[in-house]
């Protein structure tokens, strides 16, 4: 249809007047590149995992967990181990810098703007490039970080106290009674804050369980002191560093 010098109208609709669903064919259309998500796939999926499953059953078979005593929230002497990926955010915490009265700072604010800039990074850098040699800033930040975490993460382990550690978590079959007097006076004159709740001692000092110490031993020592423990610690008096002291050399 023509109206005027050089106009010309055409109908053209882009709407199907019958709408078809967009159904993908099916799986035998592609002989030899795909194949049935059931049961074909999903049964090679299963296999593996059902290998894998069983490896890790007879790890934990063989090496069973290293299970320690049960938590002592009174023992300030014990040595604490996260677990491995949480070994450099725990050894930051090491530094005076990021700890004490700036904890806030190794336990919130750098860890925060470390992932806050992973975070962002796909908005920061919009550019077009994948290869590493042409994107230097994010590939150098990203080679930063991961030599900052194995850093961090080797120097937690090399500097922690295994053998300390080692003791302080074993199991022991004593039984503490914590309602008789002479443990009473020894949680008075603050000896559990270093031996633990449990006397099985720690990092800083010794256990009190079955130290084959007769009690004028035990009572000479929380008097004038002995290795890393100074004088004058007990401040009670002489009946019951008495008590104490008969009570923590009967604990075998």
Known sequence: MHRGKGMKFVGDSRVPAERKPNIPKDYSEYPGKTEAFWPNFLLKEWMVGAVFLIGFLCLTIAHPSPLERIADPTDTGYIPLPDWYFL???QLLKYSYASGPYTVIGAMVIPGLAFGAL???????????????????ATAFMLLAIAGIFYLTWESVVTHDWEAAKKQGEISDVKIDKNADGYKIAQANTCTSCHGGELSGGASAPKLVGTGLKPEEIAKIAKDGQGKMPAGVFKGSDEELKKMSEYLSELK
């Open 88 to 90: 450099f955010l725990y």
């Open 119 to 137: 975070l962002l990074a796909p908005f920061i850098d919009r550019g077009p490039e994948r290869r590493p040699t042409r994107r230097p800033l």
